[in-house]
């Protein structure tokens, strides 16, 4: 009954693949969310996308991209992976107005390393 | 833009002690929210505690507590009665009102060792 479930929790995968995360949230909120948490445990926002637009940080590389099939899923796609791509990953989801009031759900992460 | 600022990398107590994390913001909103999220080892973001900068009485969830001074943005976490279990990485972090798509600025975090 996790209310926000991220596959796989541990990817390991060579210099230049593509691979993707997948998220999915069961608790009705409409916005989700994409962190990244480096090597010395800074969190910092990726993506937040509701039904109606999608932003994106301005930091992050364009080989990184959000895939949302519908309001409960957003999976995080990334293309030629790099060393530097080696990190954490957390995926999250809120009510889009009332995300200060009820707080972000976060899922478990996915330790993403890159050889 | 916002900053969160949390000076203290990492902090040792007694079990039972009571213990302050000191955190500091910088931004030009008058209207945001604040809050402290524990990081154990088994990596799950947890919400400890919320403020909202428009409240003067300070938040307190249980053993948890906060010192919320909006003039000298600042916003402290005390936990009393220091257990075991609390050991954790904390991030203080910020949000703007209605800020859902902005998400949240985060702090560097603090490593919190709770010694028996």
């Known amino acids: 009954d996790t209310a926000v479930s991220q596959t796989p929790k541990y990817l390991v995968t060579q210099m230049g693949n593509d691979k993707s995360i997948k998220c999915e949230q069961n608790l009705g909120h409409d916005t989700m969310y994409w962190y990244k948490q480096d090597s010395k445990k800074f969190l910092k926002i990726m993506f937040s996308y509701n039904n109606k637009e999608l932003i994106i940080n301005e930091t992050v590389p364009n080989r990184f991209s959000p895939k949302s099939p519908d309001k409960a899923h957003l999976n995080l796609h990334i293309n030629s992976l790099e060393l530097g791509d080696s990190a954490v990953y957390f995926c999250?989801?809120?009510?889009?107005?009332?995300?200060?009031?009820?707080?972000?759900?976060f899922g478990s992460g996915t330790r993403l390393t890159v050889v | 833009a916002q900053t969160v600022t949390q000076s203290q990398p990492e902090m040792s107590v007694q079990e039972a002690e009571t213990v302050t994390l000191s955190c500091t913001y910088d931004?030009?909103?008058?209207?945001?929210?604040l809050f402290w999220y524990k990081q154990p080892p088994s990596r799950q973001m947890i919400l400890v505690i919320r403020?909202?900068?428009?409240?003067?009485q300070n938040a307190t969830e249980n053993r948890f507590s906060v010192n919320f001074q909006k003039a000298a943005k600042s916003f402290s976490l005390k936990i009393s009665d220091s257990q075991l279990g609390d050991t954790a990485m904390y991030f203080c972090?910020?949000?703007?009102?209605?800020?859902?798509?902005?998400?949240?600025?985060f702090g560097k975090g603090t490593h919190l060792i709770i010694q028996p």
């Open positions: 403020q909202e900068a428009y409240k003067q």
């Open positions: 931004t030009s909103e008058n209207n945001y929210y």
């Open positions: 972090a910020f949000m703007k009102l209605g800020g859902g798509a902005d998400g949240l600025t």
């Open positions: 999250a989801s809120s009510r889009y107005r009332s995300a200060a009031n009820y707080g972000y759900t």
